[in-house]
């Protein structure tokens, strides 16, 4: 694992779109110089209107997507969903404002709780990241004293380069929240599209909206669903393995991931729910021998559970994505343990 860079090897590195269907598009973005994750966005064309969900994280980006929007219709965009609250999904909000000034932007009642909170922020956060490496650049140490090695130097120095465009963009984003809420599930009529916007249950957050096209079976699920490995920060795994089972049951046949390419079957969301569920499982199963999670600690949990079988099914040979899995697992322990400590 790199020194600065969140989840190397399974990064963006081209923007590239995918026709689902007649009139609706997915866009899978450049991750931004600084190896921020930006989020996949999909286009929806109606007879009427248009609905986007996801704006994705740099404005720019957002501004390139609405460029190509108006190449493909003359319609406006009229909804804006976002699915989550983290912002690689929705800090494109302000420039899909700007193009389209009646735009609604929808997103469920505890992500925009969540979008108030943090959104706001965004760009102090990222200055805050880019002000310790400077410090470690200037000094040649790390916040701990340690001497940073010429190596890692030279990380400092490559990440600064990348890091201070991005933020320039970034400090000039007016950070715009949804707009409108829903808590439960609704129907929107685009002109012979309709689309359904359904919250499933907790998973990636309290608030995971996914976008559900019936007619052409397609569904759009947010980072519930990222693929070739799975984003595991925070969240609540136990409901997430219920909230995918509850995906699967729609009737689609493309399903549109949060980060990367677009899946044309269930296969993945199932290995998804398996990943979840052995976790949750052999914690339980650990607790049940060993007693309450308050007496325990995470690094005995780690010892006591094993998802190394499911490595080979996430990252296949490639080593970069082992590694990417090994670090998803050991958050997603963390993860299941935490939340098996409010019991
Ligand atoms: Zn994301």
Same mark, same amino acid.
């Given at each position: 694992m790199g020194l600065l860079i969140a989840t190397p090897g399974v990064g963006q590195t081209e923007r590239k779109v995918?026709?689902?269907?007649?009139?609706?598009?997915?866009?899978?973005? %450049?991750?931004?110089?600084?190896? @921020?994750a930006s989020g996949n966005s999909t286009v929806i064309i109606g007879n009427r209107q248009v609905l986007v969900v996801d704006s994705c994280f740099l404005p720019s980006a957002a501004r390139e997507d609405i460029a190509q929007i108006r190449q493909w219709t003359g319609k406006p965009v009229s909804f804006l969903l976002n699915t989550h609250f983290h912002n690689d999904h929705n800090l494109g909000n302000q420039a899909y404002l700007n193009a389209f000034p009646a735009l609604t932007i929808v997103a469920h009642v505890e992500t925009k709780k969540d979008m108030d909170m943090f959104g706001p922020g965004s760009a102090a956060r990222e200055e805050r990241g880019v002000a310790s490496l400077q410090k470690m650049a200037d000094t040649g140490k790390f916040k701990?004293?340690?001497?940073?090695?010429?190596?890692?130097?030279?990380?400092?120095?490559? &990440?600064? !380069?990348?890091?201070?465009?991005?933020?320039?963009? *970034?400090?000039?984003?007016? @950070?715009?929240? &949804?707009? *409108?809420? @829903?808590d439960h599930d609704f129907s929107v009529d685009l002109g012979n599209r309709e689309v359904r916007i359904k919250f499933l249950g907790k998973g990636n957050t309290a608030g995971d909206a996914v976008a559900y096209l019936p007619n052409e079976k397609i569904v759009i699920a947010g980072d519930l669903v990222v693929h070739p490995i799975p984003y595991i920060y925070d969240g609540y795994?136990?409901?997430?393995? %219920?909230?995918?089972?509850?995906? !699967?049951?729609?009737? &689609?046949?493309?399903?549109v991931p949060g980060h990367g390419p677009v899946l044309h079957d269930k296969t993945y969301l199932f290995l998804l729910r398996d990943v979840l569920k052995s976790a949750v499982d052999q914690t339980n199963a650990y607790l049940k021998r060993t007693g309450p999670a308050m007496f325990r600690t995470l690094d005995e949990v780690k010892g006591a559970i094993d998802l190394t079988p499911f490595r080979q099914r996430f990252a296949g040979d490639d080593k970069d994505l082992a590694t990417a899995f090994d670090d998803m697992a050991a958050n997603l322990v963390k993860v299941v343990f935490e939340e098996a400590s409010l019991r």
């Open positions: 995918t026709k689902l269907a007649d009139g609706v598009y997915e866009i899978e973005h %450049q991750d931004a110089q600084d190896g @921020f701990d004293g340690r001497d940073l090695t010429a190596a890692e130097k030279t990380e400092v120095k490559n &990440a600064l !380069a990348h890091r201070v465009p991005v933020m320039e963009e *970034l400090r000039k984003v007016k @950070f715009q929240s &949804a707009t *409108l809420t @829903f795994p136990v409901e997430w393995i %219920q909230t995918l089972k509850n995906l !699967a049951d729609l009737d &689609a046949e493309t399903i």
